[in-house]
């Protein structure tokens, strides 16, 4: 019986195993700088999450605050208002019963509605103030919307990159590539 053949397959093993791994090698290189890449984007994109939801609470805090203070404003302003009138009502009683009321009332009468003027500027500018904090913080709670879905993005491409680096599968990649540059649209247009 004639001896088996040989064949040395060791060989064509190794050269197959190089050949996956110089092939494979630079395909694993470019996974890997575009995850690093996107992972610095999501980062930065994170960051700016961050910043601008806490930015956005401090202003709706702040809102809160000034529009306290408008409410004492006007509490006060209403009292001044009260305190006019008693002293109004005082004056028509004189009036009613013949009799020439005294001058601090009219006096105190001029001075609480001067008094009721300032009070509602100082009301009015704390509403303004208000207000600008309202709408700053909604700009702020947007912009913070778009960071979140790009963040969003940029982790789904991460994922992706390690998914296309397991199975060496372009397209997994290429969709990994896609769902970053989709992050890189939602954040450069919560930017502008």
Not at 86 to 95: K, N, Y
Request: hydrophobic share 45%; charged share 25%; aromatic share 6%.
């Amino acid at each position: 019986m004639p001896e088996e053949i040989e064949v040395d397959t060791e060989k064509l093993h190794e050269s197959i195993k190089e050949k996956l791994e110089r092939e494979g090698g630079g395909f694993l290189r470019r996974i890997a700088v575009t995850t690093a890449v996107l992972a610095v984007l999501a980062a930065i994109a994170s960051l700016q999450a961050g910043t601008t939801i806490n930015t956005a609470l401090f202003l709706k805090t702040e809102a809160v605050r000034l529009q306290s203070e408008a409410s004492d404003q006007w509490a006060y302003y209403q009292a001044k208002g009260v305190k006019a009138a008693v002293q109004e009502a005082a004056r028509e009683s004189w009036l009613a019963a013949g009799k020439e009321p005294p001058a601090e009332l009219d006096a105190n009468v001029k001075r609480y509605g001067e008094e009721q003027a300032e009070i509602q500027g100082k009301a009015r500018d704390l509403e303004r103030e208000r207000d600008q904090n309202l709408k700053e913080s909604d700009h702020l709670l947007h912009q913070h919307h778009g960071f979140a879905k790009a963040v969003t993005l940029f982790q789904i491409s991460i994922a992706l990159g390690a998914v296309a680096a397991l199975t060496r599968m372009r397209v997994v990649w290429c969709g990994s590539l896609a769902a970053g540059a989709a992050g890189m649209v939602f954040a450069a247009l919560t930017i502008v």
